[in-house]
């Protein structure tokens, strides 16, 4: 059974910076594609970032040049570290694997940012 458990959201002041973390369990790791969501107050749920088993990374265009993930393979570990951070990145955030035909999700994590 996939599980995934993500840490690290927070409060945070408009500008600031925070690192999500996502530990993934039940999945070979290397092969997964990893991904980073999130759902805002009144909004549809949203892709953030996607890292491949190779390490190729794709963005939204909102989060370009100020979001970056990455993976590290020993540790079963998908990580999404956030730079300049504005009061529309708050949401909650889910780490996210679609894994042998299923989608698999995390409880999320809370991001704040306040301006």
């Known amino acids: 059974q996939v599980r995934l458990v993500e840490s690290g959201g927070g409060l945070v002041q408009e500008g600031g910076s925070l690192r999500l973390s996502c530990s993934a369990s039940?999945?070979?790791?290397?092969?997964?594609?990893m991904d980073w969501h999130r759902q805002g107050p009144g909004k549809q749920r949203e892709l953030v970032a996607r890292i491949a088993s190779n390490g190729i990374t794709n963005y939204t265009d909102s989060v370009k040049g100020r979001f970056t993930i990455s993976r590290d393979n020993a540790r079963n570990t998908v990580r999404l570290q956030m730079n300049s951070l504005k009061v529309d990145d708050t949401a909650r955030y889910y780490c996210?694997?679609?894994?042998?035909?299923?989608?698999?999700w995390g409880q999320g994590t809370q991001v704040t940012v306040s301006s």
């Open positions: 996210h694997t679609y894994y042998y035909g299923r989608d698999n």
């Open positions: 039940g999945v070979n790791f290397k092969i997964a594609a």
